[in-house]
């Protein structure tokens, strides 16, 4: 994606509007307000550097977090994805498999290096859809990793997300609602322990909230009601959180205090 495609994501999360009607330029006047003041201001003075750079190979890629080590102290490095980039070039007899081994070990030295975390995204195998529908049998494991083995080998965590509902699975097997069930699978962890992590996608906003809390008092939205924004009989259209005021929750001394 492009660096305007990933800055529209980043406001969505942070001001909860829908992705959509940013993209779009849709936006109510108190929207608009909102993506500016929880959106805009925020993204505008965060210490965030994207570049999207095509086809970065290793050594350019360390170069520029050098740089940034140097000039901003930069804390962590995300790489979208490891896949889309290229090697070092001195490897043109040899195949992608062996490619993707070099640029994993040259990450895992750079880490070292800046001493930060780097997080590679990577792309997973063709198994995972080949295994069936059984519940749970397409949760991804290590060796769905795409192209090379060296991933997991050279990784210090190794994470996987899963989420039932991509595959229709909206029920778990005592009939529970799981729509938006996000499982975060720690596959491998060099210095800890292996466990699954439970979060709810809020897809329209680009967002991940934790399974157990109300995905809007988790977000500071407080208590409110779903109203539907259309007709959708299936209940698929969009919705709107309509949040309770303020004013329920304040004493009459308050009210006459309050400066509106």
Same mark, same amino acid.
């Given at each position: 994606?492009?660096? +305007?495609?990933?800055?529209?994501?980043?406001?969505?999360?942070?001001?909860?509007?829908? $992705?959509?009607?940013?993209?779009?330029?849709?936006?109510?006047?108190?929207?608009m307000k909102q993506l500016y003041?929880?959106?805009?201001?925020?993204?505008?003075?965060?210490?965030?550097?994207?570049?999207?750079?095509?086809?970065?190979?290793?050594?350019?890629?360390?170069?520029?977090?050098?740089?940034?080590?140097?000039?901003?102290?930069?804390?962590?490095?995300?790489?979208?994805?490891?896949?889309?980039?290229? @090697?070092? =070039?001195?490897?043109?007899?040899?195949?992608?498999?062996?490619?993707?081994?070099?640029?994993?070990?040259?990450?895992?030295?750079?880490?070292?290096?800046?001493?930060?975390?780097?997080? +590679?995204?990577?792309?997973?195998?063709? +198994?995972?859809?080949?295994?069936?529908?059984?519940? @749970?049998?397409?949760?991804?494991?290590?060796?769905?990793?795409?192209?090379? =083995?060296?991933?997991?080998?050279?990784?210090?965590?190794?994470?996987? $997300?899963?989420?039932?509902?991509?595959?229709?699975?909206?029920?778990?097997?005592?009939?529970?609602?799981?729509? =938006?069930?996000?499982?975060?699978?720690?596959?491998?962890?060099?210095?800890?322990?292996?466990?699954?992590?439970? $979060?709810?996608?809020?897809?329209?906003?680009?967002?991940?909230?934790?399974?157990?809390?109300?995905?809007? #008092?988790?977000?500071?939205?407080?208590?409110?009601?779903?109203?539907?924004? #259309?007709?959708?009989?299936?209940?698929?259209?969009?919705?709107?959180?309509?949040?309770?005021?303020?004013? #329920?929750?304040?004493?009459?001394?308050?009210?006459?205090? +309050?400066?509106?």
């Amino acid at each position: 994606m492009s660096a +305007a495609q990933l800055v529209q994501r980043v406001l969505s999360a942070e001001s909860e509007i829908m $992705l959509e009607k940013i993209a779009r330029g849709k936006m109510e006047e108190h929207e608009m307000k909102q993506l500016y003041t929880k959106g805009i201001q925020r993204l505008s003075q965060a210490p965030l550097f994207i570049d999207d750079t095509a086809a970065l190979n290793i050594f350019e890629l360390r170069a520029k977090c050098r740089k940034l080590k140097n000039k901003h102290n930069i804390g962590m490095v995300i790489i979208d994805y490891l896949q889309l980039m290229s @090697g070092t =070039g001195d490897n043109k007899n040899g195949n992608r498999e062996q490619e993707i081994s070099n640029i994993s070990r040259n990450l895992k030295g750079l880490a070292k290096e800046l001493n930060i975390p780097i997080i +590679a995204l990577s792309q997973l195998s063709r +198994a995972v859809e080949q295994r069936g529908t059984k519940d @749970g049998s397409r949760i991804p494991q290590l060796s769905d990793l795409r192209e090379s =083995g060296a991933i997991e080998q050279d990784a210090d965590m190794v994470m996987f $997300l899963y989420r039932p509902d991509y595959y229709d699975m909206n029920t778990n097997a005592e009939g529970e609602d799981q729509k =938006g069930l996000t499982e975060v699978k720690i596959a491998k962890h060099r210095n800890g322990s292996l466990d699954t992590v439970k $979060l709810k996608a809020l897809l329209h906003i680009q967002k991940f909230v934790t399974w157990d809390d109300d995905p809007y #008092n988790a977000i500071g939205l407080g208590g409110g009601t779903w109203r539907p924004v #259309n007709d959708d009989a299936e209940g698929g259209g969009a919705r709107l959180f309509q949040a309770q005021s303020k004013m #329920n929750n304040m004493s009459d001394d308050e009210l006459d205090e +309050a400066p509106f």
